[in-house]
């Protein structure tokens, strides 16, 4: 159940809802995780493949709800269970086609063109800029979709051009130069 917040500190409020709504326990869980198919030790996840997986996971759950499982899990709320019958939390989850897309190559037109100016969409203070000298399609997972993506040729100025001289981003992670003034 939800509980009500009366913390004013957004990051406080943003944890209790990752709590309230059970994304920081499937976090941990994911960040724990050992069977014979997974072993999350070995995988050395990043943070940011832990929240794409629990991005798809959390899409996945949602396409595939059952009336079955809601009721179940209704019934187990009305009646004050936490006790869910296993029958219901047993389920195959299908991973995402990386199919190439039925329309292929008709797809969505690539918004930047080759010698484009453009721009990481910052995330944090320092951002990286550069060039697009080529760009190809492919299956982004954490959009669980395909998209556009580019290699960028850094500017020398560029934050990261100190350790390389080249990055790939995808599309939506990217603006034009001039927009970021």
Same mark, same amino acid.
């Given at each position: 159940?939800?509980?009500?917040?009366? @913390?004013?500190?957004? &990051?406080? =409020?943003?944890?209790?809802?990752?709590?309230?709504?059970?994304?920081?326990?499937?976090?941990?869980? *994911?960040?724990?995780?050992?069977?014979?198919?997974?072993?999350?030790?070995?995988?050395?996840?990043?943070q =940011?493949?832990?929240?794409?997986l629990?991005?798809? *996971?959390?899409?996945?759950f949602?396409?595939?709800l /059952? %009336? /079955?499982?809601?009721? %179940?899990?209704?019934?187990?709320? @009305?009646? %004050?269970?936490?006790?869910?019958?296993?029958?219901?939390?047993? @389920?195959?989850?299908?991973?995402?086609?990386?199919?190439?897309?039925?329309?292929?190559?008709?797809?969505?037109?690539? @918004?930047? !063109?080759?010698?484009?100016? &453009?721009?990481?969409?910052?995330?944090?203070?320092?951002?990286? +800029? %550069?060039?697009a000298t080529?760009?190809?399609?492919?299956?982004a997972?954490?959009?669980?979709?395909?998209? +556009?993506?580019?290699?960028? +040729? !850094?500017?020398?100025?560029?934050?990261?051009a100190?350790?390389?001289?080249?990055?790939?981003? +995808?599309?939506?992670?990217?603006?034009? *130069?001039?927009?970021?003034?």
């Amino acid at each position: 159940m939800v509980k009500p917040s009366y @913390r004013s500190d957004s &990051l406080c =409020l943003y944890q209790q809802a990752l709590d309230d709504f059970a994304i920081a326990p499937l976090l941990t869980r *994911l960040k724990t995780y050992s069977d014979a198919d997974f072993d999350a030790a070995w995988m050395n996840l990043t943070q =940011l493949e832990l929240e794409s997986l629990t991005a798809i *996971l959390i899409q996945d759950f949602t396409a595939n709800l /059952k %009336g /079955k499982a809601i009721a %179940g899990y209704l019934n187990a709320i @009305r009646h %004050g269970s936490t006790n869910i019958p296993p029958s219901l939390i047993q @389920r195959a989850f299908t991973p995402p086609s990386i199919d190439l897309p039925a329309n292929f190559p008709n797809v969505q037109t690539p @918004r930047y !063109l080759y010698g484009d100016k &453009l721009r990481w969409i910052p995330d944090r203070d320092k951002t990286d +800029w %550069g060039v697009a000298t080529g760009r190809f399609y492919s299956f982004a997972p954490h959009h669980c979709a395909w998209a +556009w993506c580019y290699l960028i +040729w !850094l500017d020398k100025l560029s934050p990261s051009a100190a350790i390389t001289v080249a990055d790939i981003a +995808w599309e939506n992670d990217l603006k034009p *130069l001039e927009d970021a003034a």
